[in-house]
Nanobody, 125 residues
Framework: QVQLVESGGGLVQHGGSLRLSCAAS????????MGWFRQAPGKEREFVAA????????DYLDSVKGRFTISRDNAKNQVYLQMNSLKPEDTAVYYC??????????????????WGQGTQVTVSS
């Protein structure tokens, strides 16, 4: 399995921006589809975004389309989540995840086999 470590979380005001990073190690990074999930207190873990091995395909949760952008740098073994126009409802622990299979349609936690420890994002109103 690939090892994943997230960074970049923090406290931001409504309308602000944050950029999350996820560093991967242990396996060839360019063989993995990468994803971001989030989990708010008392709620299930929720898919946010995914990006294919070469970065050509992306997928997003409807509520973040136009505000969040997922990208990757295979030379640096990093995946990023640029979050703009943040809202209080974006408050959650954000997790980086990896899988070797891309598919169209709904993404769920069971689609991913490797996970980071999470980074807290808090958006104040």
């Amino acid at each position: 399995q690939v090892q994943l470590v997230e960074s970049g979380g923090g406290l931001v005001q409504h309308g602000g921006s944050l950029r999350l990073s996820c560093a991967a190690s242990g396996r060839p990074f360019n063989k993995y589809v990468m994803g971001w999930f989030r989990q708010a207190p008392g709620k299930e873990r929720e898919f946010v975004a995914a990006i294919s091995w070469n970065g050509y395909s992306t997928d997003y949760l409807d509520s973040v389309k136009g505000r969040f952008t997922i990208s990757r740098d295979n030379a640096k073994n990093q995946v990023y989540l640029q979050m703009n126009s943040l809202k209080p409802e974006d408050t959650a622990v954000y997790y980086c995840a990896a899988t070797q299979s891309w598919h169209s349609g709904h993404w769920g936690p069971a689609d991913f086999g490797s996970w980071g420890q999470g980074t807290q994002v808090t958006v104040s109103s």
